[in-house]
């Protein structure tokens, strides 16, 4: 009995949320009205089967709506400087 293997590897972009991660209420460019955002940390990562397994990539932080899950870059009043 012959047994195959399928071994996924790539990279893609992940989004986590930080322990000290900003929310609150902006204007959201998809929907058009005032919604609760969430900062997150973006990345690129190389994946195994969809696991990220080291970082090769940074884009810093992004704010993503809650309602409709688009993510941004935050306005400059937001951006962390540390």
């Known amino acids: 009995m012959k047994l195959a293997f399928i071994i996924v590897l790539g990279t893609r972009w992940h989004f986590r949320v930080r322990r000290d991660s900003w929310s ?17 940390e973006a ?10 397994l080291f ?12 309602h409709c899950s688009a993510r941004f870059f935050p306005p400059d009043q937001l951006v962390r400087t540390s």
């Open 24 to 40: 609150g209420v902006l204007n959201c460019p998809d929907c058009q009205l005032p919604r609760p955002f969430l900062e997150k």
């Open 43 to 52: 990345f690129k990562a190389f994946t195994l089967y969809w696991w990220p």
């Open 55 to 66: 970082k090769t990539e940074r884009a810093g932080q992004v704010v993503e709506c809650m």
